[in-house]
């Protein structure tokens, strides 16, 4: 099963808000999994894929960075 980060984890990994995280979900930019109504998950390879389509490589390096520091403390859907 993919890795599941909750928004507020997004928001760190991408270094912004997390109204900003919810603003690419809703403009279509980042994919997100509805687990009911009030518990939005966003996979691992719907943020690697936002953030190669960014237009700035040092987002990519360091967001990918963030990513993968998040794996390695086990960033799974359920942790806080």
Not at 16 to 40: F, S
Not at 52 to 70: C, I
Request: hydrophobic share 35%.
């Amino acid at each position: 099963m993919s890795e599941l980060y909750r928004v507020a984890r997004v928001a760190r990994i991408l270094d912004c808000t997390r109204k900003q995280v919810y603003l690419l979900i809703q403009k279509g930019r980042l994919e997100a999994v509805r687990l009911g109504p009030r518990q939005i998950r966003i996979t691992r390879e719907a943020i690697e894929q936002l953030i190669r389509e960014g237009k700035d490589p040092s987002l990519f390096e360091s967001a990918s960075r963030r990513l993968d520091r998040e794996r390695e403390r086990g960033g799974v859907s359920g942790e806080r």
